[in-house]
C-alpha cells in the first residue's frame, strides 16, 4: 500500500533509491531543476522544456502545501488542470521522461491509493492522473525501486466512463485564449459580453405604405382589379415513376478486408505496456491519409501500429522488414498510444474448449521481400470486391472471416471458405485461396502448419 508520509520525504526516498548516483545520502531538499539531465541523461530538454518543467515543479510544491494546509478548492483545481494536462501525454513534458513525474509521482500516489473508483475513472474522475501514476511506479522509462508491497493497487480493467479524447486544436485554441485572458483579462472580459442596445430587436421590414382612403372615379376599378389576388393555376400532378429496384447486395467476401505490404522502419517497446510493440510501418498510404503522420527520418508517410507481440517475436525481428497488415480495422488507443492498423501473424490453432493463454509461439507472416510498401494482398479467388474504406465494427465483417485465415502443409496463408459459413454457399469460389500480392507472390509463414492467422 502506499504510505501517506510526507510527500517530499517520500520524493527523497524515490530519488535515492532508484538514483543514487543524482542525490546524495545525506540530502535534505533534492535540487529538482537541475536534476533531470542526472537521471536522464539520454533525455535533452530544449528551452522551453526546461521551463515548462520549472513551472509544473512549482505547480506540485503548490499542490503539496495545499494538501497539507486542507486547501481543498486549491488542491482541486491544480488536480484538474494536472488531469486535462496530461490527457494527451504520456509525461508531463509530453513523452520525455523528467523529475518533474516523480516529484508529481510522489505526492499524487498517496492520493491515488485513497481514491474509490469513481474518483478514479468516473464521469467526473482523474481518469489521466490515475494513467501517470500507474506508469511512473511501473515503467521501465523510470525504474524506480519500489516494492510491489508500496506500489499504489491500480485495476487497469476497472473503467467506470470513458472520457472524450482530447482534440489537439481545440486544446491549442484553449491555451491561447487562457494566454489572452492572463495578459488582458479586461479585453477578454469585453470580447465574451455582448454589446446590449436597450429597445432593439431583431431588423423588421418596413411595412407597406397604407393605401388612400378612396381611388378616383377613373381609376377606381383598375386599382380594384390590381388589388384581387390572382387566382393561381392548378398544377397538374405528375404520374410517380416506380423507383428502380435496388441492385441485389454483393455477397459478403474477404477482399472487404484492406490487406497489404507493409514495411516496418522501426519498431520499439510500448513505454506503457510490457506486452506490446510500437511500430512505425509504410503500408503505401498518400500523404495527408487519415491516421497517418510523417516519418521525420525519412520523410515517408506511416501508420503508428501497436502489437501485442513483446515476448512472442524478438524485437530485433520487427526491424527494417516486410509485414502484411490489415489497414480498414477502426483505430484504437491501446495504453495511450493511437494504433492504425495491425499486424498479421499465424499462431497455434486451439481445440475445442481449449483457452487461449497467449503462450506462443507466434510466427509473422511474410510477403515477398521485393514487394512494395502498400501493395494490395488479397485471397486467391476472392478478389471480386474493393476494401471498404474502414470496417463498420457493428458489421462484424472482421470476425466473420478471420476463422478462415490459416496456414497449409505447404506453409502458405490462405483462407478457408469451410470454415466460414457465409462463405461456404457461394459458387465458383475456391474452397481455399491463398494469400497473394497483387503481382502474384504467395505470403509464407516459418513453420507453423494448420495455423490460425490474426
Known sequence: MATASAPQSSLLSLLYRAYPQAVAANATEPDLVHA????????TLSTAEEADLKQWIGTISGLKNALV??????????LAQLNTHLAGRTTLLGVKPSVGDVAAYAVLAPLVEKWTPEERTGEKGYHHIVRHTDFVQNGKLFALQIPEEEKVRIDLDDIRFVPKPVDPKEEKERKKREKAAAQNPDAAKAADEKPLVVGQGKPTTPAAPAAAPAATAAGGEAAAAAAAPKEKKKKEKKEKQPKPAPAPAAPPSPSLIDLRVGHILRAINHPNADSLYVS???CGDAPGSDNTSVDEETGKTVRTVCSGLNGLVPLAEMQGRKVVVVCNLKPVTMRGIKSAAMVLAASPRLAEGEEDTHAGPVELVSPPADA???????????T???????????????????????????????????AVPVAQSQEGKPTVG???????????????????VR
Request: charged letters at 25%; hydrophobic letters at 35%.
Open 36 to 43: 533531470t539531465p542526472k537521471i536522464f541523461p539520454q533525455v
Open 69 to 78: 494546509n486542507n486547501e481543498t478548492e486549491v488542491a482541486g483545481k491544480i
Open 280 to 282: 512505425t510501418i509504410d
Open 372 to 382: 512494395p510498401a502498400g501493395e494490395r494482398v488479397a485471397f486467391d479467388g476472392w
Open 384 to 418: 471480386d470486391g474493393e476494401p471498404e474504406k474502414v470496417l463498420n465494427p457493428k458489421k462484424k465483417v472482421w470476425e466473420t472471416f478471420q476463422p478462415g485465415f490459416t496456414t497449409t502443409d505447404a506453409l502458405e496463408v490462405a483462407f478457408d471458405a469451410a
Open 434 to 452: 491463398k494469400l497473394l500480392t497483387r503481382s502474384g507472390g504467395v505470403c509464407l509463414v516459418k513453420s507453423l502448419k494448420g495455423a490460425t
